[in-house]
Structure formats: C-alpha cells, structure tokens
C-alpha cells in the first residue's frame, strides 16, 4: 500500500512539472504583450523587366533585365540591368484575450524585417541553393483598431550578384524558394512582438519586354 502511494505521489510531481514545463513553454512563444500580430496579406512585385511594380501573391525575380531604353540603350544594343524587388505586408492585431479590448498603448509599431529564403526539396545551403538571408529596416505602426500596408526590400541587388542567383544569367534553369518574412516590433509598453509571413518566390531569366 505504501508503495502504490509513493508512486501515486511521483506521477503528481511529473504532473506538475510537465504541466508548468508547458507553461513555460507557452509564455515563451506567445511572449508578454497582450496582443498577438496578424499577417492579412503579403505580396511581391518585380523591380524592373516584365510586371515590373505589379504586386502579386508570387515573385517572379528576373535576375537580370535587358533595358533598350533610355540612350544608350538601344534594341540593338542593350544594357544589362540588376533590379532590387519589393514586398507588401498588410499587418494587423488580436487581442489574445477577446474579453479584452485593445488601447492605444496596444499600438504595435514595426522596426525590423528578416528576410530567409527556403526550398522544399530540403537543398538550404545559403550561396550555394538559396540567397543569402538578411535584416532590413522597415518602420510604421499599427493602429489598435486598424491595419498596417509596409512596404520593403524583399530581394536586394547583391543577392543577384553573387551565387546562385547570378548563375542563373546564362541558364534556362529556375530556383524556387519560400521567402519567410519576419516582422519584428514592439508595443507602445515596450513588449517585442513578431510574426511571420511566407511568399512564393521563382528566381531565374526571364523573357524582358
């Protein structure tokens, strides 16, 4: 009998270990604001070439663009040309308690992007399969009852100078990743929010106009 009660004590103590362990665990990922960010809508646009500024729900990345226009470019003789791309976030808010209403010192204000590009079939090795990722700066707030349209740098310049993405130039060959985009931010209270977005994005040659 007193054997089955010390096992019968042990299974409560796991039990309250893992169940704080949970806890824990919780706290960690959903963090200490009071409101949770919410990615409503993220887009990407060329920068120049073909659908050039056209926002769409996948990039199409041209690595590099023959411009015959203005002098000297000609038709004849082009100039080859490397353009950055652009995202487009809408961002929002929750409350995490909906009993809960937000107020203005819920108000969410953005100060950093993380850019990470990932392919499905696992190859991830960062200038050799993928760009390279990278940190941009991109501020706005996002106002309690409202929404927030942030534009920024979703692929730079260098990355279409260095590999893989310049090999491309002289291939028909095309690379598709995931762009995952993290928003990172902070309430007017000071508590760090983030979230994160993902994006189809297709690198390779393609026909210019």
Do not use: W
């Amino acid at each position: 009998m007193g054997q089955l009660k010390m096992q019968f004590t042990r299974l409560i103590a796991l039990g309250a270990v893992l169940a704080a362990a949970t806890s824990c665990g919780d706290a960690v990922r959903t963090g200490s604001a009071p409101v949770v960010l919410t990615v409503n809508q993220l887009q990407a646009a060329p920068g120049g070439g073909h659908g050039a500024n056209q926002f769409g729900s996948t990039l199409f990345s041209d690595v590099q663009v023959l411009l015959t226009t203005p002098a000297p470019c000609t038709p004849t003789t082009p100039c080859p040309t490397i353009f950055a791309d652009n995202g487009q976030a809408i961002l929002g808010m929750a409350p995490k308690d909906p009993a809960i209403a937000p107020t203005a010192i819920n108000q969410v204000t953005i100060n950093r992007v993380h850019i990470k590009f990932v392919r499905a079939d696992g190859r991830n090795v960062q200038g050799v399969d993928v760009p390279y990722e990278f940190d941009g700066a991109a501020t706005g707030t996002i106002p309690t009852n409202g929404t927030l349209t942030l534009g920024f740098e979703l692929v730079r310049h260098a990355a279409k100078e260095e590999p893989p993405l310049v090999n491309l130039i002289n291939s028909s060959s095309i690379i598709t990743t995931i762009a995952q985009v993290t928003f990172y931010g902070s309430d007017l209270a000071g508590n760090q929010v983030s979230v994160m977005g993902q994006i189809t994005v297709d690198f390779g040659n393609f026909g210019d106009q």
